[in-house]
């Protein structure tokens, strides 16, 4: 997103700015915690186990939509009118999953409240570079990573008690009043003079269509059990993702910044390192919460707040992490994967056994490591932008991120439901796809980590 020039002269105090970009992160941010602590209720109410992962998907699906569009759609409303558009549509969809006699409708909600989300999270950090100076980048990035402590402390509490008392519909509805809060302070605080382009380029709708398609592919195979029927959804996921990248690379105006898909430059190992930590976050994130509550029978709330462990661990990381310069960032970005992969070891070991406190350690490992590089990896990819894409670049970071936890969550669904978790909660069940989860995806921080070996400190 671009703010005019106008209001580059009338910008907000910085304190204002912060809190309007912290304020973009919270709603979506309590969103994903509260629903990862309802969820296991649900289904215990309304059915639906086969397509648990679903739920995930489909968020993280309406988000890259979403996160990609913003930057258009800002250009064409201005940011005050577009952040308020995101809060509505994110509303309508909680509104729908607190009303879903079933669960194919709360995976639509859930789509709906991913498209407004997506849109509120990338401007969240188009904001960072429009309404902040290079030198605070850093800063700013380590904010929003640290911003997701209030929903990871707030978000289990309002969850655990809701659905403990039998009223997981009601914590959809509790959704709402921090979405409109978001969009009441955006409108307040941002300028009201901010120049709008109506010849912005469109919304890449086509590709963006391939890449969500790509992921429905992935997901779908969970689903089927002809092998046949398998094989044709990859390769169809396969030519979704070839046929997006032909036609984005012939297009006037790109979706991906130059160099995002390269191993050989600056940029386009940092945004693959971004891809594949992002991918990190979805099996705790998605399975985590019903498999202890399964195999160790703890409490809704205190699934939530295992879960939580994980983003409360990232915002330590950063913190930890905050006052290493970019010229000296090499060591943390390479130190983080590996303790994200010492995570994932951990929770192979002891998410069917336990102790439960061995699974929060495992969870905290993941969460460190992530946070450990993120900021870094994020600056170095704003210092890496071409001078005419920093705004395509800077709203590339959360896509990126969207659609690696989009494809985690579709493969988490593949694994789990490979293991029998679609038939059966069963604790041997469970116990099984929650060490096929995790021991596969170990592999992607170890890849995280063989990039990151290679990855040229920042300016």
Not at 129 to 143: C, D, G, I, S
Not at 209 to 237: D, E, K, P, T, Y
Request: aromatic share 6%.
């Amino acid at each position: 997103m671009h703010v005019g020039s106008r209001a580059a002269s009338r910008r907000p105090p910085p304190v204002l700015s912060a809190l309007v970009v912290v304020s973009s992160i919270l709603a979506p941010a309590f969103g994903a915690f509260i629903t990862a602590t309802i969820l296991p209720s649900a289904i215990a109410e309304i059915g639906g186990l086969p397509i648990y992962a679903w739920a995930s998907t489909a968020y993280a699906v309406g988000s890259i939509v979403g996160s990609a569009g913003s930057s258009v759609v800002g250009l064409k409303m201005g940011m005050r009118r577009a952040i308020s558009l995101a809060v509505g549509v994110f509303v309508v969809g909680a509104a729908i999953c607190a009303s879903a006699p079933s669960m194919p409708v709360v995976v639509g909600g859930r789509a709906l409240q991913g498209l407004g989300g997506g849109v509120l999270i990338a401007a969240a950090h188009s904001l960072v570079r429009e309404l902040f100076p290079e030198a605070l980048w850093q800063r700013m990035l380590t904010v929003i990573s640290c911003a997701w402590a209030i929903p990871a402390l707030g978000g289990p509490v309002v969850g655990g008690v809701l659905a403990g008392l039998g009223h997981w519909r009601a914590a959809f509805w509790a959704m709402a009043p921090m979405a409109l809060v978001a969009g009441a302070l955006t409108w307040r605080i941002l300028p009201r003079s901010e120049t709008h382009d109506t010849r912005a380029a469109r919304v890449p709708f086509g590709r963006l269509a391939l890449i969500c398609a790509s992921v429905l592919c992935i997901g779908s195979i969970a689903n089927l059990q002809a092998s046949q029927a398998r094989a044709a959804l990859f390769a169809a996921a396969v030519a979704c993702v070839v046929l997006m990248l032909h036609l984005d690379g012939r297009a006037p105006a790109r979706l991906f910044p130059t160099g995002m898909l390269s191993l050989r430059n600056r940029i386009g190992k940092a945004f693959w390192m971004v891809f594949l930590l992002g991918m990190s976050t979805t099996p705790g994130g998605v399975y985590v919460p019903l498999l202890v509550q399964v195999l160790h029978d703890v409490t809704p709330a205190a699934a939530g707040y295992l879960y939580a462990v994980q983003s409360l661990s990232w915002t330590t990381g950063t913190l930890l992490s905050a006052r290493v310069s970019p010229a000296r960032s090499r060591s943390v970005i390479m130190l983080g994967p590996l303790l994200t992969a010492a995570g994932f070891a951990g929770l192979f070991f002891t998410i069917g056994t336990g102790p439960v406190a061995a699974i929060a350690v495992s969870l905290m490992l993941i969460g460190v490591g992530i946070g450990t590089c993120w900021a870094h990896i994020g600056t170095a990819i704003l210092s890496s932008a071409r001078p005419d894409e920093g705004a395509l670049t800077a709203s590339m970071i959360p896509s990126t991120q969207l659609f690696a936890v989009a494809l985690g969550a579709a493969l988490s669904g593949v694994i789990a439901n490979a293991a029998g978790l679609a038939a059966s909660a069963s604790r041997p069940t469970a116990a099984l796809a929650g060490a096929w989860l995790f021991g596969s995806f170990v592999a992607a921080p170890l890849a995280a980590f063989v990039i990151a070996s290679r990855l040229r400190p920042a300016r």
